[in-house]
């Protein structure tokens, strides 16, 4: 069981991430020590995530894949990991958890990297939307929020209440979202929301976008 403490938002406060950049900067000790930091935290994220994996269901789910903290050239600004069902293992929609130096979010999503090698698009998966309202039905949905793949990491989005409620705000959010694709999630904001056992609510995230999930698979 592990808590969502102040220090891992804390590790992404920072203005630079480039490695070259950061030499400039830090003698090699400092950046030893940065990099370790990063790792250290990444380590009980990647932990978590792992937990999470073996939670779910093993002949569902593909093993769950954790992005590593460094690209090469940069520090990431972001945590980030994707669950799959073993029937899209090779496809491009997932749900992706992420925490960064603003939120844990947990979200389905269409990962426009490399889709195009894995021969889906995201008019297909935009479909789902359709299904928004359904799915919602006897679901507490404080905290959930909707954005498009072309909005900014750390702008507010649209809450997916607002977006129920209001017959124009869905028809502007959709025909935004279908020139690229809508992200649909689960939000824990910093000096907001305490999340006693991070584990809980990915696992929570995840078994709750699993319908909707799903039903890409028919």
Known sequence: MTKLTEEMYAIFDRDEFSFKKLKKKHSEEELAQIKAGFKDIWQTWKKVNLSVYLKLPQDKFAKVHVESWTNGWNLRDHYWAAYRLNTLADKSPCIGVMLDKKQLQVYLMFQHYKSEKRGDSPEQYNKL??????????????????????EMEFVD??????????????????????????????????????????????????????????????
Do not use: C
């Open 157 to 218: 989005h649209l809450s997916l209440n607002d977006y129920l409620k209001d017959t124009q705000k869905q028809t502007t959010f959709n025909e935004e979202a279908s020139k690229t694709s809508f992200l649909l999630g689960k939000f824990a904001f910093r000096n907001q929301d305490q999340v006693e056992i991070m584990e809980e609510f990915i696992l929570d995230g995840i078994k709750q976008l699993l319908p909707l999930y799903e039903k890409i698979e028919r």
């Open 129 to 150: 939307l359709a299904d928004i309202p359904t799915w919602v039905k006897n679901r507490k949905i404080s905290n959930w929020y909707l954005w498009d793949k072309n």
